[in-house]
């Protein structure tokens, strides 16, 4: 176990507004506290791989749940999910792919890679903030993964 304090959510989002609704609707919903923001996806796999800045962290220490869009800079969404689904120690966080591409090859090669779920944000405000309650309801509190340690 490492000294820095485990996250629940990586939350993977480069626009800055849908981050911010993101991140009030899941304060909102008190469900977490622990919220990892990556901005593009070479911050996300080095999370997540405990490289770079985040060396330090124990790669056990895994995200109960990772929200992942997929127009990403540096690294695009479907090679992030593509290397967290390849990788043994990574592939059964629960990945969810929140993103404003209604591009069915996005949607087929997700599920493909190993995506958990795969939802299209809202555009209306009260819609996205309902759908991102929802989504932590479901991942953080109902749902069971096979490396539960709850």
Known sequence: ?????????LLVEDNPEDLALALRALRKSNLTNRIH????????????FCEGPHAERNIED???????D??????????????IKADPRTRNIPT???????EQSDLVES????????????VNFESFTTAVQQLGM???LLNQSPDSKG
């Open 1 to 9: 176990m490492s000294d820095h304090p485990i996250v629940e959510i």
């Open 138 to 140: 479901y991942w953080l």
């Open 37 to 48: 923001v990556a901005r593009d996806g070479e911050e996300a796999l080095e999370f997540i």
């Open 96 to 102: 969810v792919v929140l993103t404003s591409s209604k």
């Open 62 to 68: 895994e995200p109960k749940l990772i929200l992942l």
């Open 70 to 83: 997929l127009k990403l800079p540096k690294v695009d969404g479907l090679e992030v999910l593509r290397r």
């Open 111 to 122: 599920y493909e890679l190993g995506v958990n779920s795969y939802l299209i944000k809202p």
